[in-house]
């Protein structure tokens, strides 16, 4: 399958200076590069990513979004050091390589890391679904057994130790993600209004702590282009984080959906394609891996917590649109999103299943 991902023109409003950022790679690159070709990667709706090409080599570079204030999603000091931190333990997050704290070179703070190649698998034509079912049901159990990998790691046998801010960790979720979406709200949902009353008051006790990601899913991996069941990398870690990795379930469960659900999620998630496993397959497959003793109660918990705060992240990006601070028109539609996702939370808890 020809899908290598790929960079396209940068989109309007968010060029990067070309001069700034060449007088800034000649002090960083032992091959000073004599010119070099800015380029943007069209996927992802959050922070920004570039493809830096110069005669030599090619390296990635990522900015927060335009307007936005640097927060713990934007923070690109705090995304460099984990990746620098991770990549020794999980060598399938990508090498991070330079930190710039100086705005005047692209606008905000930035980093730069190694340029990975593979697979995404977003954006496809309806031919390009059909020839992709039979890799499914392997990649899906890939997933899943990746996330368990990561969970599995030993905190406090890496430098991320310090990190380690997981005591409370769901609690701070939970209030965290309702505070933001009082501060994005443009308009009023009665569905998010009902799930940030009830999300306090369900809240399990916290079990677990390790590395997680937060936005697991299939267009934040990179696939080996021989073999679609293989995961050459993971990508877009800017959520990542030391806490409990059921809130990291709770996301992929919340971002996976299937053949008979709500068609204008499927865009964003091929979960949905023949092939792949039922969200009850894919915790039962975790379950597996991990012996992770996980109550039905519980699951439903972090499952709406996790369409929650995939509802939140479209309110955010749909503010960020409507205060004209992005020309990007994917970003319209994302109002819809939020009341498709907190409804189908509320569904989820009326009938009991996931």
Known sequence: MNRIDKATKVRQGEALNKDRLLAFFKDQVKQAPKDIKIE???GGFSNLTYRIVSEQQEWVLRRPPIGVTAGKAHNMQREYELLRRLNPVYPKCPKALFFCSDSSVTGAPFYVMERMYGVVLRNLKPEEISSIEQYMRPLSESLIDQLAA???IDVSSTELVDLDRSAGYTERQVNGWIDRYGRAKTTSIEAMQILAKWLPDA???Q????????DYKYDNLLLNPQDLTQIKAVLDWEMATVGDPLCDLGTTLAYWVQAEEEPQLKPFNLSWVKG???????IARY???TNFDLKQDDLMFYYVLGLFKVAVIAQQIFARFNKGLTKDKRFASMIYLVEIAANKALKALDSGRL
């Open 203 to 205: 809240m399990p006790n």
């Open 276 to 282: 792949n496993l039922t969200r009850q397959e894919l």
């Open 287 to 289: 379950i597996s891996k």
């Open 207 to 214: 079990h677990h702590s390790c590395i997680i990601h937060n």
């Open 150 to 152: 990561l969970h599995a």
């Open 40 to 42: 943007q990667f069209p």
